[in-house]
């Protein structure tokens, strides 16, 4: 079992940043790979961005703006979120991921958080 806690949210104006953090338990922290959703008001959540042992994947909207990293040694996922952007705003999911290939696809998670809100005005 892997229990995830998201923090970090917030309200920010366009144009900058926040960090997200995902504090994980679980002994095999280690194997997993981790993913970052978000679900924007009235819309289907969508990937974002994942880490596995393969490298990093993201979604086409956020590449070059989002960094996600990890600390094996905390059991803590990252996102860093720069030149943020209304669309952006959404509640975002930290979520594992234990065959550990990274997948974009909501159905290889089998651990979610509760989420953390992300707010950008404009």
């Known amino acids: 079992q892997v229990q995830l806690v998201e923090s970090g949210g917030g309200l920010v104006q366009a144009g900058g940043s926040l960090r997200l953090s995902c504090a994980a338990s679980?002994?095999?922290?280690?194997?997993?790979?981790m993913g970052w959703f978000r679900q924007a008001p009235g819309k289907e959540r969508e990937f974002v961005a994942a880490?596995?042992?393969?490298?990093?994947t993201y979604a086409d909207s956020v590449k070059g703006r989002f960094t996600i990293s990890r600390d094996n040694a905390k059991m803590t996922v990252y996102l860093q979120m720069n030149s943020l952007k209304p669309d952006d705003t959404a509640v975002y999911y930290c979520?594992?991921?234990?065959w550990g290939n990274g997948s974009t696809a909501e159905r290889e998670y089998n651990y979610w958080g509760r989420g953390t809100q992300v707010t950008v005005s404009s």
């Open positions: 880490i596995s042992w393969s490298g990093k």
């Open positions: 679980g002994r095999t922290f280690n194997t997993y790979a």
């Open positions: 979520a594992a991921d234990p």
